[in-house]
T-cell receptor, first 112, second 113 residues
Framework: EAAVTQSPRNKVAVTGGKVTLSCNQT?????MYWYRQDTGHGLRLIHY???????EKGDIPDGYKASRPSQENFSLILELATPSQTSVYFC???????????FGKGTRLTVV | QQKVQQSPESLTVSEGAMASLNCTFS??????FRWYRQHSGKGLEMLVS????GEKEEGRFTAHLNRASLHVSLHIREPQPSDSAVYLC?????????????FGDGTVLTVKP
């Protein structure tokens, strides 16, 4: 079973609607991250967290909120979705001691 | 803010010929450098992670790091058509609380039979 799982894997949303992307980890690491990847580009950091109750802004936070209600769960929230937020979103966590980064399989979001 | 640039944007090689990809970064305090492979429409597969100057080999993939030159490269020995993918360089200051990865935009590698 994958250590980091994302849901949903695919989502179509309407402009102006609210979207919540969920990420769950089973390997109990403090740091979790949300990235987006646009076609032809690398991943860019939106928000991250140091642990339950913590959320921090990444490099491109505008239009997004994050929530970390527990060690296991880290959500990305689009309160008012726009077509420019159409992208693939990846969740990840970090095992600092073992120098590993675990990525989810990604969520493809289309805002119409 | 860290800037990571990859070159070339695209590369075509023949099966069996060495493929060499480049990555430059702007933050000289960076201490971890990773190469990922991403097949079309798929997730990220880590190929090699390097912390120290010099080289690190993982199977057919070798990373070379020169922090003074702000440069890390990836060499793929005996590439196969199944290696055709986007290759992403990621750089971080691993030994900080944040430890975030900053990615380049990738190199599209095509391996012709």
């Amino acid at each position: 079973e994958a250590a980091v799982t994302q849901s949903p894997r695919n989502k179509v949303a309407v402009t102006g609607g609210k979207v919540t992307l969920s990420c769950n980890q089973t390997n109990n690491h403090n740091n979790m991250y949300w990235y987006r990847q646009d076609t032809g580009h690398g991943l860019r950091l939106i928000h991250y967290s140091y642990g339950a109750g913590s959320t921090e802004k990444g490099d491109i936070p505008d239009g997004y909120k994050a929530s970390r209600p527990s060690q296991e769960n880290f959500s990305l929230i689009l309160e008012l979705a726009t077509p420019s937020q159409t992208s693939v979103y990846f969740c990840a966590n970090r095992d600092r001691e073992n120098t590993e980064v675990f990525f989810g399989k990604g969520t493809r979001l289309t805002v119409v | 803010q860290q800037k990571v640039q990859q070159s070339p944007e695209s590369l075509t090689v023949s099966e069996g010929a060495m493929a060499s990809l480049n990555c430059t970064f702007s933050d000289g305090t960076s201490d971890n450098f990773r190469w990922y492979r991403q097949h079309s429409g798929k997730g990220l597969e880590m190929l090699v992670s390097i912390f120290s100057d010099g080289e690190k080999e993982e199977g057919r993939f070798t990373a070379h790091l020169n922090r003074a030159s702000l440069h890390v490269s990836l060499h793929i020995r005996e590439p196969q058509p199944s290696d055709s993918a986007v290759y992403l360089c990621a750089v971080s200051r691993w030994n900080t609380n944040t430890g975030k990865l900053t990615f380049g935009d990738g190199t599209v590698l095509t391996v012709k039979p």
